[in-house]
């Protein structure tokens, strides 16, 4: 039973079309994107870094978020910065946007 539905899932998966080919029934759109229209994110080392420094102006500027909060960010930032050093580049991503977003759920709330 299990060889069946082993042989009919690489069945199926080899008459699937290619994901990186350009047909004519879904066209590639030619025209170039402005930065506002889309903001395209890499797992890369670059991006660490660049979520990394808005975190840190963020935490440096004047705010009213609850010192927990801020704790609890500082922490996410710290074990993001890790992860990225240590080449676990999306891992270290998530949690830097985690604390991007704790902090601003957090603007404009009273200590």
Excluded: W
């Excluded at 660049?50 to 705010?63: F, T, V």
Aim: glycine share 6%.
């Amino acid at each position: 039973m299990r060889t069946i539905f082993f042989l009919t899932v690489l069945v199926l998966l080899a008459n699937l079309p290619s994901i990186g080919r350009a047909d004519s029934a879904h066209p590639v759109p030619t025209t170039p994107m402005s930065s506002k229209d889309l903001v395209i994110t890499s797992d890369s080392n670059a991006y660490c870094q660049q979520l990394d420094q808005a975190l840190s102006e963020k935490i440096r500027l004047p705010h009213s978020i609850p010192v927990g909060v801020m704790e609890d960010a500082r922490l996410l930032q710290k074990r993001g910065e890790i992860l990225c050093g240590h080449h676990h580049v999306r891992a270290g991503i998530e949690r830097l946007r985690r604390a991007l977003l704790l902090l601003k759920k957090h603007e404009g709330s009273l200590q």
